[in-house]
């Protein structure tokens, strides 16, 4: 297996506002190599974002945050780098595409200019090349007649073209690692196929890493090589998407998968609920954290916080979070 | 059909509905020459794409909207003069769901105060009695006693939509509008609110209109479904039939947008890849609206508007390349 490009062990994250502390992240971790797509999957709430993004320094505003672990991108220690040193990182070495795109891009300024000033800066274009990358990535994200595009301000693209407008500006300085943080939630049916068509082209053609933070599983479906099931701040679960989307272990993740009706399967479970809600973050108790909710629960999940055990040898592991199924199902662990 | 859909005709049926907004840049039609027939019982969901025209309709059937033209029927009353002649017995048959329960609710009223004041305004019961009902309606949509006292912002997303379907309920309407009460919620919290709409419709015999953009869902949960594209119905029918085997180049395309949550169903997959976004609706192109992004168009697409006409699934759809025995595939 390629050495992972990005990699994340054992992250805690505490957030502090003026009148709660929450554990957004209690321990969890992820990795990523090059031509691969890792999804992570949660649900409002569950510290998808704030995992993925939190190493890099990309964290809510006005609140204070206490981060521990380990974080490494190519091998470097990013949690140990200078703020200028991460700031290359973050501009350079990682492209973010987000559900809003006028979060990323000047209402202000014309769309073309924004993507050359990143392509001077990180890519170190001349301004002249700059340009033509520009317009080169308008195309490659899809945009009709680029060259006009180049000067549009972003109130004059739809939706759909913003969000191409917004790959190609994540793209623009030939980033390593491209974070898609529900990229696909507030666009259309028609226009999420496309969009997630598009990301998956640029994973081929560039051989780059890819993760994809999101609750959709349908998008999961359609990009991921791997899934991590995130609940409340740890991972239930984890391993390739055909493991995971069509064997799950753990219970969270089993409710999750019937709750999302699929009308091209014969075998169509409708629309089962998971019943109760996520924990409240801001006063964990020690045990399993899905124990309210879930229906395979004993006495010993309100105590014992359980660890992944690896369900299935392979090229890539499947690892579950659940003592209780496993057992109860005879399943064989590998560690 | 049963019973109570066949008794006393459809529970909603629009004529002609036109919405139109003038804007700086021009104007709007929203909703533009929209039949719609509603049967009672039923769960009908009205699907299609950002600027397509099924909120605006929503709101124009309940009159939340003034309409440019066109007439909506509820319950067999013109709607306008029932409205206008006894508005408090119209809003005792026919309620609404909005997308957003926070915005629709009152900050600083408890849930307890929020269920009880449609009541109070409508002279119902003692006070006891009225403490009786808002048990009731707490028990109807699966929340615990302990919320009464809670303000909607210490709710959950899913609480609070309960919340405003249990409000909608008070009065036992006989029709509820639903404006896509699902799509602010989490999956599994939407499942729950899915379920719940499904248990009331089949416990009260209601009547419920719900726009939505989940299709899966809409498939799931639906008796009938209407597809708009840019302010006019695409295609109609029963769900199943309809999602099995759309006739309309647009919803075989809608359809095929839709992704199977299973990876290996959907590696094996074609799919359908629509170019361009759809056309502004201040704009909308002649002949077939479809015709800019259809796959199979033909010349008379661009010259003539096709009307609604009957397919093989025996509902209708709006396509020159489709009748009752045949119909394009793209």
Not at chain 2, 18 to 25: E, G, L, M, N
Not at chain 2, 250 to 257: K, R, V
Not at chain 2, 279 to 308: D, H, I, K, M, W
């Amino acid at each position: 297996m390629t050495a992972p490009i990005y990699e994340v062990e054992g992250l805690v994250i505490d957030l502090y506002t003026p009148t709660v502390s929450v554990r957004a992240v209690d321990g969890a971790g992820f990795h990523v190599a090059p031509g691969e797509t890792l999804a992570i999957v949660g649900e409002s709430g569950s510290g998808k974002t704030v995992m993925t993004l939190g190493p890099l320094g990309l964290l809510p505003e006005g609140v204070a945050v206490d981060l521990r672990g380990t974080a490494r991108a190519d091998g470097k220690d990013i949690l140990a780098m200078s703020p200028s040193d991460l700031s290359r990182l973050r501009g350079g070495f990682f492209g973010v595409i987000f559900q809003d795109p006028m979060s990323a891009l000047n209402p202000m300024l014309k769309i073309g200019p924004q993507l050359a000033e990143q392509a001077r800066r990180y890519a170190g274009l001349s301004a002249e090349a700059a340009r033509k990358e520009a317009v080169s990535l308008l195309a490659r994200s899809g945009i009709p007649d680029p060259e006009d595009r180049y000067g549009r301000y972003p109130h004059e693209l739809s939706g759909g073209m913003l969000q191409r407008a917004m790959i190609a500006l994540a793209l623009a300085a030939r980033p390593r690692v491209l974070i898609a943080d529900e990229p696909t939630t507030a666009l259309d049916a028609t226009v999420q196929a496309q969009i997630l068509a598009l990301i998956r082209q640029i994973q081929k053609e560039d051989g780059i890493a890819v993760i994809l933070i999101t609750h959709d599983i349908g998008a999961v479906s359609v990009l991921a090589d791997r899934v991590a099931v995130l609940y409340a701040g740890q991972v239930a679960e984890e391993g390739s998407a055909v493991d995971v989307l069509t064997a799950p272990v753990h219970p969270y993740t089993r409710g999750l998968l019937a709750s999302v009706p699929d009308f091209r399967s014969d075998n169509a479970s409708g629309t089962k609920e998971i019943p109760g809600i996520p924990p409240n973050q801001a006063r964990l108790e020690p045990g399993c954290r899905f124990v309210d909710r879930c229906d395979r629960a004993i006495p010993a999940c309100r105590s014992r916080r359980p660890r992944l055990q690896a369900v299935a040898k392979g090229t890539v592991p499947h690892r579950v979070a659940c003592p209780v199924v496993i057992a109860a199902e005879g399943i064989v662990t590998h560690d | 059909m049963t019973d109570r859909e066949s008794r006393g005709g459809p529970a909603i049926q629009a004529t002609g509905l036109k919405v139109h907004f003038q804007t700086a840049a021009g104007l709007v039609r929203a909703v533009d020459g929209v039949d719609l027939t509603v049967a009672r019982g039923a769960f009908h969901g009205i699907v299609g794409e950002s600027g397509c025209g099924k909120t605006t309709l929503a709101r124009a059937l309940i009159g939340l909207q003034s309409a440019t033209a066109g007439q909506v029927n509820i319950l067999g009353r013109d709607r306008a003069e029932w409205a206008r002649a006894d508005r408090k017995g119209f809003a005792r048959a026919v309620q609404f769901i909005f997308q957003d329960p926070l915005g629709s609710m009152s900050r600083r009223q408890t849930v307890g105060q929020t269920l009880e004041e449609p009541l109070q305004i409508h002279g119902q019961g003692d006070r006891a009695a009225r403490r009786g009902r808002v048990a009731e309606l707490l028990d109807l949509v699966a929340l615990p006693a302990t919320v009464l006292d809670r303000l909607p912002r210490s709710l959950s997303g899913g609480q609070r939509q309960r919340v405003s379907i249990a409000r909608a309920l008070a009065l036992s309407p006989q029709v509820l509008i639903c404006d896509e009460p699902l799509s602010a919620l989490d999956v599994s919290v939407r499942a729950q609110i899915v379920n719940l709409f499904a248990r009331l419709q089949a416990q009260l015999g209601l009547t419920i209109v719900i726009v939505a953009h989940d299709l899966a869902i809409v498939r799931e949960v639906c008796s009938a479904v209407t597809v708009m594209y840019l302010g006019r119905v695409a295609e109609e029918g029963a769900a199943k039939p309809l999602f099995d085997d759309p006739a309309h180049p647009y919803s075989q395309a809608l359809l095929s947008a839709v992704p199977s949550p299973d990876p290996r169903i959907e590696a094996a997959r074609p799919r359908i890849l629509l170019e361009g976004d759809p056309p502004s609706p201040r704009n909308p192109p002649p002949g077939c609206r479809f015709s800019t992004r259809c796959p199979v168009v033909e010349p008379r697409c661009r010259e003539t508007e096709p009307a609604l006409r009957t397919v093989q699934h025996g509902g209708a759809a709006a396509c020159h390349l489709a009748d009752a025995r045949d119909h394009a595939m793209i």
